[in-house]
C-alpha cells in the first residue's frame, strides 16, 4: 500500500468505480470534467456562449459509519462525499444573453445495495441522499445529475447588462455575483453535528486554489 494521504489521486476510470471498495477503504480521488463530457449540461449551454467546454474540478472521498443494521446490530455503512466546483455559460431568461453560472455542489450519500433499499430509506435525514452503489458505478454521470439538479430554476444576470459599453466599463464584479447566489444555496442546510468522517476533504478542499477565472 503506497497511498499518500492528503494527495488524491485521479481515478484509472471514474466511469467504472468500484463504489462499495472505494468507501470501505476510505479512499480520496480527485479530477477535471468538461461540460463537452456531460451531454445533458452541454444542452443548456447556448451556441453563442464565449465558451462552451468549461471545466469542473470534482473531489470525492468514501467513508464508513457504524449504523444499526436491521438485525439489530452493529455495521459499517458506506458513505460518499462529492464535491464539485466550476462555472458554465447559461442563457439569460430577461435578456437572452449567455452569462456565466457558478456551480458549487457538496453532497453526502448513504450507500445502498439495491433501488427497493434506496426507495425504504427514510427521508427524514437531511442532507443526506441515497445512491445505489456498484462496482461498476459511473461517477461522471452522478456529477452530471448534481449538475443539473443544481441549475437554477430561471437562469438569469444578477442585474442584465443594459448596453453593450456596460459590459466593457463595468466587467468587475460580475462574476463574484453569480458565485455569491450559488453559496447562499448551498450554505442553507448547515453541516451535521455528528462527527464528520470527511475531515480529509476538507483539508482537501481548504488546500485547493481559488476559483480560477478564465
Ligand atoms: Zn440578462
Known sequence: MTQHPGKPAGLSDPHELDLFEFARSGRQ????????QLPRMLNEVPAEAPERDTAFTWQTEGATQPELQDDGTEGP???LRLAIHGAA???C????TPY???FNVDATYRIVNTEAEAEEFPLDEDEVEV?????????IDLI?????????LVPKHEVCPEVHESLVSGVAGAEGEGDEAALDEAGEGDEPERPNPFAALESLKRGE????KH
Open 131 to 139: 445512491i445505489v452503489g456498484s462496482r461498476q458505478f459511473d461517477l
Open 100 to 102: 456565466s453560472q457558478a
Open 93 to 96: 431568461q430577461r435578456c437572452m
Open 144 to 152: 452530471e445529475e448534481e449538475l443539473l439538479l443544481s441549475l437554477p
Open 209 to 212: 486554489p481559488g476559483d480560477k
Open 89 to 91: 455559460w447559461l442563457e
Open 29 to 36: 480521488a480527485a479530477g477535471v470534467v468538461r461540460v463537452s
Open 77 to 79: 455503512q458506506p458513505y
